[in-house]
């Protein structure tokens, strides 16, 4: 023996690992996802987020981060705007909030400089 492992990957796996491999996800996603009985990627489009993150639970950010972006790329192009929408219209609000401070701040200084 020349001391080379060859593994056989069940066929199953093989998609899977493909795409993990793919985008540079740990072999210990593979595993997780052969746990949950996944056989192919794309059945991971139909997991809402919280599902999705459960998944990567404990892992590096890189890892997670790299999961979850190819993730959002299996989904429909439909679903992947309408997520992001959300995600602007949340971004959106908050910049809204910061600018009522903002303009609140202003109108107290003006009320500051009359009672000069």
């Known amino acids: 023996s020349n001391g080379l492992m060859v593994s056989f990957i069940p066929v199953q796996q093989a998609p899977l690992e493909k795409w993990c491999h793919d985008f540079g996800l740990p072999p210990v996603l ?67 909030e910061g600018d009522t401070k903002e303009e609140e701040k202003e109108e107290r200084v003006e009320e500051v400089e009359k009672e000069k």
């Open 30 to 96: 593979v595993d997780r996802l052969i746990a949950e009985e996944f056989s192919d990627p794309a059945e991971l489009a139909e997991l809402p987020g919280e599902d999705i993150t459960v998944l990567v639970q404990g892992m590096k950010l890189g890892p997670k981060a790299r999961f979850l972006g190819a993730v959002r790329k299996l989904r429909p192009t439909s679903q992947r705007e309408e997520e992001e929408n959300v995600e602007k219209e949340e971004a959106v609000e908050k910049e809204k």
